[in-house]
């Protein structure tokens, strides 16, 4: 394993005192989400973070592969359980993928002072080039309780040059960003401390702040938009607003009614 994401080295640079305590770190894995939802099978606890260098069958959004070589990136899940984890997690669930890559923006931010905005509901862009995801994923309710896994998939090191030509357009790293390589413990530390901050101001404060947070670092409001649906069906409007429940709301060009999009994969037009 790289020196930068050891186990010592990772702990050493945790801040939080939820997420993280209890941390899995593999060379290898197919994918660090499936291996979450297995421990969250077996009763892991709130917070439980397993850790790869490397996924062999790295899941995406809206069931697409996540590219997941091994040496340069991070790729990590974290497992998040309500009650347990404190207050009703489920009130807010539609709000958790946004505020993750809300999380994942802000420690990218301040680790290289790099400008991250977010595309909805949860890629994280750097002049709008995608530069990490989130996958959020959940095994059910377990005795009441939900367990919901954040999966943060993030290009960190590596050389866009190398990327898969399908995205290589499209995507960068924070090393091509800022001319600088980045330290994936520290990274990932961040990530956790800002990711468990607004879920604590989500249950405690009712989440207005994180909200407005969110809506500050979206690029995607007031743009003009194309979402694909899952089904083929494709919607094309000016985005207007992030309703209460995560949902992005579309003001179609055909000066219809507006639409509401609680799951799509959304193209910035203009
Ligand atoms: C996206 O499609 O934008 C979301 C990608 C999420 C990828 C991460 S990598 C760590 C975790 N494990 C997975 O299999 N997927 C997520």
């Known amino acids: 394993m790289t020196s930068d994401l050891t186990e010592a080295h990772v702990r050493a640079r945790l801040r939080t005192r939820q997420l993280g305590q209890r941390l899995e770190l593999k060379d290898e894995t197919g994918s660090t989400n499936a291996d979450a939802l297995v421990l969250a099978q077996r009763g892991a606890p709130h917070g439980t973070v397993v850790l790869a260098d490397r996924q062999t069958a790295g899941r995406g959004r809206l069931g697409r592969g996540w590219h997941s070589p091994p040496g340069c990136n991070?790729?990590?899940?974290?497992?998040?359980?309500?009650?347990?984890?404190?207050?009703?997690?489920?009130?807010f669930l539609?709000?958790?993928?946004?505020?993750?890559?809300?999380?994942?923006?802000?420690a990218c931010q301040e680790a290289g002072r790099l400008a991250t905005r977010l595309k909805w509901p949860?890629?994280?862009?750097?002049?709008?080039?995608?530069?990490?995801g989130i996958l959020c994923e959940s095994s059910g309710l377990q005795q009441g309780a939900l367990a919901l896994v954040v999966g943060?998939?993030?290009?960190?090191?590596?050389d866009p040059a190398a990327f898969p030509d399908e995205f290589r357009e499209r995507?960068?790293?924070?090393?091509?960003?800022?001319?600088?390589p980045f330290d994936r413990g520290r990274l990932?530390?961040?990530?956790l401390a800002a990711l468990e901050a607004r879920l604590t101001g989500m249950e405690s404060g009712g989440g207005e702040d994180v909200m407005e947070e969110y809506r500050a670092f979206c690029a995607t409001l007031g743009r003009t938009v194309r979402v694909s649906l899952v089904g083929d069906r494709?919607?094309?409007?000016?985005?207007?607003?992030?309703?209460?429940?995560?949902?992005?709301?579309?003001?179609?060009?055909?000066?219809?009614?507006?639409?509401?999009?609680?799951?799509?994969d959304v193209v910035h037009v203009r």
């Open 188 to 191: 990932l530390a961040g990530f």
């Open 122 to 132: 949860n890629d994280v862009l750097i002049r709008e080039k995608k530069v990490g």
């Open 171 to 180: 995507a960068t790293s924070l090393a091509a960003e800022a001319g600088q």
């Open 234 to 264: 494709t919607l094309v409007g000016t985005a207007s607003r992030i309703g209460t429940d995560g949902s992005l709301e579309l003001h179609p060009a055909d000066a219809g009614p507006p639409l509401v999009v609680r799951a799509g």
């Open 94 to 106: 539609g709000w958790i993928p946004l505020v993750a890559g809300l999380a994942a923006a802000r």
């Open 152 to 158: 943060l998939g993030l290009n960190v090191n590596g």
């Open 74 to 91: 991070l790729y990590c899940s974290v497992l998040l359980r309500s009650p347990a984890g404190g207050a009703d997690a489920a009130s």
